[in-house]
């Protein structure tokens, strides 16, 4: 899939911190139709993932395919790899002061480059969800519709200890990149999760239970196919969400847009909490703003969003209809 993978260069960009970006190259992909025949759904990609989004090494391939939710037999769908995270071996300068409004700010240039004027949808998950928001926020034209799945559009306490605790973990690890992964699996997941699919079975060939069998072959998938950098970057990015970062509100940033918003909660989620989602809903709605809440149930907690496909799959084909 990365044979299909085109490349384009934003020549200059200052970041809201006043740092100066030249020459950076992003990478992307589309899928099913092509471009200028059909509706445009960009779909923003998670923490450790990429922009191989369908197909079969597709991350959200029950989903995005054809005659899937998101059919690609209806949707020409893009995915743009954040810059940073190695999917393309960019030569990328981590020493930039970066956040993630920045990189909302990068996307929006892109599309410009790429003569999209106005995308049908946005959808992301998790800081791919975030990264939704703070595109909505920046340009409040920019999709008919608005879909943030698990995520917020500030990072809120409980993100910042967790991502702080994984700064501590990569700065004092031996295996900086496979244990931060294991405590990040810990948090994507939920006890009743982990004891429903291990119910404390062992692995008898390596003399250990399976939950730790099953965290160290995410811990060795993760430092296979990501570096050092790219994961610490990326973990910045996530806890730098907030698109009222200027000293504005949530409403004077998502009024103004004529966009359907759809935030996509999952119950059991401990990272970004439902409880968040339904207060952003209530306080939007009081404005007018066109919102809707959909939640996913799940025992699963934030990684539903990558395993509940069938459920997930119900609340876009009500939305893309």
Excluded at 9 to 21: A, F, M, Q
Excluded at 114 to 129: C, D, F, V
Excluded at 215 to 223: E, R, T
Excluded at 299 to 315: M, P, R, V, W
């Amino acid at each position: 899939m990365k044979d299909d993978l085109k490349k384009i260069v934003i020549e200059d960009l200052k970041s809201l911190t006043d740092n100066k970006l030249q020459n950076l190259q992003l990478s992307y992909q589309f899928f099913g139709k092509r471009l200028g025949t059909a509706p445009i759904i960009l779909i923003n990609h998670a923490l450790t993932g990429n922009s191989i989004v369908s197909g079969k090494y597709g991350w959200w391939s029950e989903i995005v395919g054809i005659n899937r939710a998101i059919d690609l037999n209806k949707f020409t769908v893009l995915c743009i790899n954040i810059p940073g995270n190695g999917f393309n071996k960019e030569n990328f300068n981590f020493s930039v002061e970066l956040n993630l409004g920045d990189i909302a700010h990068i996307f929006i240039k892109a599309l410009d480059k790429l003569k999209i004027s106005k995308l049908y949808a946005i959808i992301g998950g998790s800081i791919g969800g975030c990264l939704t928001w703070e595109m909505a926020a920046i340009k409040n034209d920019i999709a008919e519709k608005i879909i943030p799945v698990a995520s917020d559009w500030k990072a809120n306490d409980w993100v910042i200890a967790n991502t702080f605790l994984q700064d501590r973990i990569i700065e004092n690890s031996k295996d900086p990149v496979g244990d931060a992964r294991i405590h990040a699996m810990t948090f994507y997941r939920t006890p009743e999760s982990l004891n429903h699919r291990f119910s404390r079975s062992k692995n008898i060939e390596k003399g250990i239970y399976n939950v730790e069998s099953w965290l160290n072959h995410h811990a060795i998938k993760l430092n296979q196919r990501f570096s050092l950098n790219s994961y610490k970057f990326l973990n910045k990015l996530l806890r730098s969400t907030d698109i009222t970062r200027d000293d504005s509100k949530l409403e004077s940033k998502i009024m103004p847009s004529k966009s359907e918003i759809h935030i996509i909660s999952v119950d059991s989620d401990i990272f970004f909490l439902p409880d968040e989602d339904r207060i952003t809903t209530q306080r939007l709605k009081k404005q007018k703003v066109k919102i809707k809440n959909h939640v996913i149930e799940s025992i699963h907690g934030h990684d539903a969003f990558l395993i509940e496909t069938k459920q997930i799959s119900d609340i876009f084909t009500k939305i893309l209809k």
